[in-house]
């Protein structure tokens, strides 16, 4: 793996967000001065075609990056919030229902985020 790669995945394993490749490319930046956004993205790339990290895409929004691992995404509709949710028994059903062992799936539920639905109830 290409030392800019490995940089890449550690900063987004380690993030406790779904980054932007331009939030990547700054946290990068503070220990590879000389790296360009070009190779972030190009990094990235790589990165999901190798199944090492997954693209989050949102209408409206620049696309997120996130580690590999089993879990699925709350998104609020009205400001954007993106947040990290484990349905275990879900993965479960749907494996039972297939009958197949699921590799990977993109679930992605809208609400209102409490700060959201506040503001709703305020107005």
Known sequence: MAKYAEMILNIINESHDHMTAEQVFFALKKTEPKVVLATVYNNLNTLCSEDLIRKISMEGSPDR????????HLICKRCGKLSDIMFEDLAGRLEEQLRENILSYDLRVFYLCPECRTKEENS
Do not use: E, G, L, S
């Open 65 to 72: 990056y996130d580690k590999i691992r089993r879990h699925d």
